[in-house]
């Protein structure tokens, strides 16, 4: 386990976090660790990685096993921090039993600890099985691009095991879809005598939207439309709402402005839930 988090603190200090895609593997492969020669190496035109291991001595018709994890990240960062996902190291942070990054930004282990893993058995000479391959795609947190442009040839083998869960075996796979919608709305000017507001909602818990989602930790998506939708019946006029920042992100802070007439300012307090949990 030392060495697996070892390995994963190595990794955590490369860039292209947040995309992975359409590198080469002259700038990935210095932060796999050593012990893969170049010839095993192979990547596809959609910038997904293969590393072949050839079967011990004796071990060559046990089955072909693939190793696949993912490069990408989610990448979020703080409230206040400034961080470049595509260029800025991740530092991570040992406390205790557990690898941070101080609460500045997303760490990475999803999947960064899937690819440690699979480099951990690459790299092992103790390890005695018939040949190997680690598949590491890209773009899986925006849509699975790696997956859907994969080489064929990368998947050639007999028994293929995902390392992108933080349970002991999962059978079957999650799914997800994607709604885009757009709607022409009806735009008036400002009344003269109209207040701008502008409404900041912050320090919500967040999470991923596929292991989180049934945390009941609230989106700011939906909270702060609940609100919008409350003011709305005092005669505020929206103007612009933007909430969240990746699709597969709960959302954690939003911003809504408008304006209003001056006469209908008025100090309010008290709690809602709005939307939150349900």
């Given amino acids: 386990i030392q060495q697996l988090l070892h390995s994963h603190i190595h990794l955590g200090g490369r860039g292209e976090h947040a995309d992975a895609n359409g590198f080469g593997k002259e700038q990935y492969i210095p932060g796999l660790g050593t012990g893969i020669g170049q010839h095993l190496i192979r990547v596809d035109k959609a910038g997904n990685l293969a590393i072949d291991r050839p079967a011990a001595p004796g071990c060559e018709n046990n089955p072909v096993i693939i190793l696949q994890a993912h490069l990408d990240m989610v990448p979020q960062a703080a409230e206040g921090v400034e961080f470049d996902f595509l260029n800025d190291a991740i530092v991570p942070v040992v406390e205790g039993d557990w ?10 282990a999803d999947d960064g600890m899937g690819v440690a893993l699979a480099m951990e058995l690459l790299t092992d000479p103790t390890l005695q099985c018939g040949a190997l391959r680690a598949v590491f795609t890209v773009s899986e947190e925006t849509g699975l691009g790696g997956a859907e442009d994969i080489d064929p040839d990368f998947l050639d083998a007999d028994v293929l095991f995902n390392l992108d869960s933080d349970v002991t075996f999962t059978i079957g796979c999650a799914g997800g879809s994607r709604f885009v919608g757009t709607q022409k709305l009806a735009v008036t000017p400002a009344p003269e005598n109209a207040v701008g507001l ?7 818990q967040g999470g991923h939207s596929g292991v989180d989602i049934h945390r ?7 909270v702060m439309g609940g609100f919008v939708r409350d003011i709305a019946d005092m005669g505020f006029a929206v103007s612009a709402v933007k909430a969240g920042t990746l699709h597969n992100a709960i959302a954690r802070e939003a ?8 006469s209908d300012v008025v100090v309010f307090g008290g709690t809602n839930d709005y939307g939150h949990g349900d």
């Fill in 198 to 204: 502008r409404f900041y909602l912050c320090g919500m």
């Fill in 216 to 222: 009941n930790v609230g989106s700011a998506c939906r």
């Fill in 255 to 262: 911003e809504c402005v408008g304006v209003i007439a001056e």
């Fill in 99 to 108: 690898v941070t990054t101080g609460g500045r930004t997303t760490l990475g």
